[in-house]
């Protein structure tokens, strides 16, 4: 059985959920009790380690996907408020100045005490990000929180082990290469993993020396807002780190044309809830009645409800666009001929809940179990979409596993497991799915300049 997720990099990522048991396994023991009304103190533009007002005045709401009822009013950042981010940024990185003096080793463990930070306040973060977001509390306090905790002291580890080469070369000569921060950094990250992608584009850039201007999702800005009071409790300089809740055709046009914005790196478009949902799965002929028949009956007692209910396995969707985007997709998957083997409607009234769906030989954009008996045919199958992220092969064949591995045209293939991510491992996608990758060394070279410097000798010795 082949399980493909060939989809776009947006979200780039649940994490390691494949490792956790069920969230109907939980204990009350093993995750502390969730703060189901949290207060929210911080709604503002985070500029040079202070929360302001936005230049318009203007605010927008930010709701809790479960009810429908909006949590509270934040800043709502734009034009203006990226111009005053970018120059607390840039002089934050002028030459000479803290940040730019700073010891390796220093910017190393300001990252491990933002850690320590988030760490301490682990409970209220994942509560927070349950609120703002809906997905289980059970999956932010286990998975997310957990990882960004990880993601953090592993870019802390390498701030002080980026370095050059020397190099021989011809002549009476020294040469040898420095790397050296890019500069500013514009950072627009998504609504689905919020603390996550977050932590994902903090670690490499600070890890290297950047000073950063973030956007927020305007659907999930709560959590980033808390974290960057975090950033100014562990001691960055002001201006190193600038966050910005608004929307992208304001906040995020103004990051990206901004000319005196150096890189700028951003998760896309999202077309579900996690990147790397499985929405194609391939399954062998002899085993493919029984596989959907499995399913749909995994797919019935799946728990959907309260995400602040450890028994719950499913939370609403985002917001209501997004539901309603899904709910299309349903009954697109209908109206091409495709047999709904279960759900596929929407839960309640109140909140963004959809039933767990599940389609039979389905070749639309949603949710799909679909027959194979050629190896080759299913991996050219696999591959004839324009995304590219991640995809798995289940399967006791070792030369099967590693014909797939090699075959497919993704980033990530997973072998007999799914979805499993760690901050040492790169994440990203071929083709439509993103260039470059997070986690893991590979990510720190987005966001370092090679430098080559040449000194004349007056002679030469080996």
């Given at each position: 059985?082949?399980?493909?997720?060939?989809?776009?990099?947006?979200?780039?990522?649940?994490?390691?959920?494949?490792?956790?048991?069920?969230?109907?396994?939980?204990?009350?023991?093993?995750?502390p009790?969730?703060?189901?009304?949290?207060?929210?103190?911080?709604t503002?533009?985070?500029?040079?380690?202070?929360?302001?007002?936005?230049?318009?005045?203007?605010?927008?709401?930010?709701?809790?996907?479960?009810?429908?009822?909006?949590?509270?009013?934040?800043?709502?950042?734009?034009?203006?408020?990226?111009?005053?981010?970018?120059?607390?940024?840039?002089?934050?990185?002028?030459?000479?100045?803290?940040?730019?003096?700073?010891?390796?080793y220093?910017?190393?463990?300001?990252?491990?005490?933002?850690?320590?930070?988030?760490?301490?306040?682990?409970?209220?973060?994942?509560?927070?990000?349950?609120?703002?977001?809906?997905?289980?509390?059970?999956?932010?306090?286990?998975?997310?929180?957990?990882?960004v905790?990880?993601?953090?002291?592993?870019?802390?580890?390498?701030?002080?082990?980026?370095h050059?080469?020397?190099?021989?070369?011809?002549g009476?000569?020294?040469?040898?290469?420095?790397?050296?921060?890019?500069?500013?950094?514009?950072?627009?990250i998504?609504?689905?993993f919020?603390?996550?992608?977050?932590?994902?584009?903090?670690?490499?850039?600070l890890?290297t020396?950047?000073?950063?201007?973030?956007?927020?999702?305007?659907?999930?800005?709560?959590?980033?807002?808390?974290?960057?009071?975090?950033?100014?409790?562990?001691?960055?300089?002001?201006?190193?780190?600038n966050?910005?809740?608004?929307?992208?055709?304001?906040?995020?046009?103004?990051?990206?044309?901004?000319?005196?914005?150096?890189?700028?790196?951003?998760?896309?478009s999202?077309?579900?809830?996690c990147?790397?949902?499985?929405?194609?799965?391939?399954?062998?002929?002899?085993?493919y009645?029984?596989?959907?028949?499995?399913?749909?009956?995994?797919?019935?007692?799946?728990?959907?409800?309260?995400?602040?209910?450890?028994?719950?396995?499913?939370?609403?969707?985002v917001?209501?666009?997004?539901?309603?985007?899904?709910?299309?997709?349903?009954?697109?998957?209908?109206?091409?001929?495709?047999?709904?083997?279960?759900g596929?409607?929407?839960?309640?009234?109140?909140?963004?809940?959809?039933?767990?769906?599940v389609?039979?030989?389905?070749?639309?954009?949603?949710?799909q179990?679909?027959?194979?008996?050629?190896i080759?045919?299913?991996?050219?199958?696999?591959?004839?979409t324009?995304?590219?992220l991640?995809?798995?092969?289940?399967?006791?064949?070792?030369?099967?596993a590693?014909?797939?591995?090699?075959?497919?045209?993704?980033?990530?293939?997973?072998?007999?497991?799914?979805?499993?991510?760690?901050?040492?491992?790169?994440?990203?996608?071929?083709?439509?799915?993103?260039?470059?990758?997070?986690?893991?060394?590979?990510?720190?070279?987005?966001?370092?300049?090679?430098?080559?410097?040449?000194?004349?000798?007056?002679?030469?010795?080996?």
């Open positions: 059985m082949l399980r493909n997720v060939l989809r776009h990099s947006s979200f780039l990522k649940a994490a390691a959920r494949a490792n956790l048991p069920s969230a109907a396994a939980y204990s009350a023991p093993a995750i009790e969730p703060i189901t009304s949290p207060d929210i103190p911080y503002g533009v985070f500029i040079n380690n202070e929360f302001h007002k936005s230049e318009s005045g203007k605010q927008f709401p930010t709701i809790n996907p479960a009810t429908g009822e909006v949590i509270t009013m934040v800043e709502e950042g734009d034009k203006a408020d990226v111009e005053k981010a970018v120059k607390a940024a840039r002089q934050a990185f002028e030459l000479n100045s803290d940040w730019r003096q700073m010891d390796a220093d910017r190393g463990q300001l990252l491990n005490r933002l850690a320590d930070l988030i760490e301490r306040d682990a409970v209220y973060l994942a509560s927070l990000e349950t609120l703002d977001n809906g997905k289980p509390y059970s999956n932010s306090f286990m998975v997310d929180v957990a990882l905790v990880k993601n953090l002291r592993y870019f802390a580890g390498w701030a002080d082990k980026i050059g080469q020397t190099i021989p070369t011809d009476p000569h020294f040469a040898y290469t420095r790397h050296e921060p890019i500069g500013v950094c514009g950072q627009i998504p609504w689905n919020p603390l996550l992608m977050q932590a994902w584009k903090f670690g490499p850039a890890a020396g950047n000073t950063i201007v973030m956007k927020l999702a305007e659907q999930t800005p709560l959590t980033g807002l808390y974290v960057a009071k975090l950033v100014a409790e562990a001691g960055f300089p002001a201006g190193v780190v966050v910005i809740p608004g929307y992208g055709p304001s906040a995020g046009a103004a990051i990206a044309s901004h000319m005196d914005v150096d890189k700028v790196a951003f998760t896309g999202t077309e579900g809830q990147c790397c949902a499985g929405t194609r799965i391939f399954v062998e002929d002899a085993i009645d029984e596989f959907v028949e499995r399913s749909v009956e995994r797919a019935k007692i799946r728990q959907v409800g309260d995400p602040f209910d450890l028994k719950t396995e499913q939370g609403p969707q917001d209501e666009e997004q539901m309603n985007k899904i709910l299309s997709l349903i009954e697109s998957g209908k109206k091409e001929g495709a047999k709904m083997c279960f596929g409607k929407r839960v309640g009234e109140k909140g963004y809940f959809i039933e767990p769906t389609f039979a030989d389905i070749f639309g954009p949603v949710q179990i679909m027959r194979f008996s050629d080759n045919d299913v991996i050219k199958r696999a591959n004839a324009v995304y590219g991640a995809a798995a092969v289940f399967t006791k064949d070792l030369d099967k590693n014909m797939f591995a090699q075959g497919l045209r993704a980033g990530t293939v997973w072998i007999n497991c799914y979805d499993v991510l760690n901050a040492q491992t790169p994440f990203g996608g071929y083709k439509m799915s993103g260039q470059g990758r997070e986690n893991s060394e590979y990510a720190l070279r987005n966001y370092y300049e090679v430098k080559a410097v040449i000194t004349k000798l007056p002679v030469k010795n080996a």
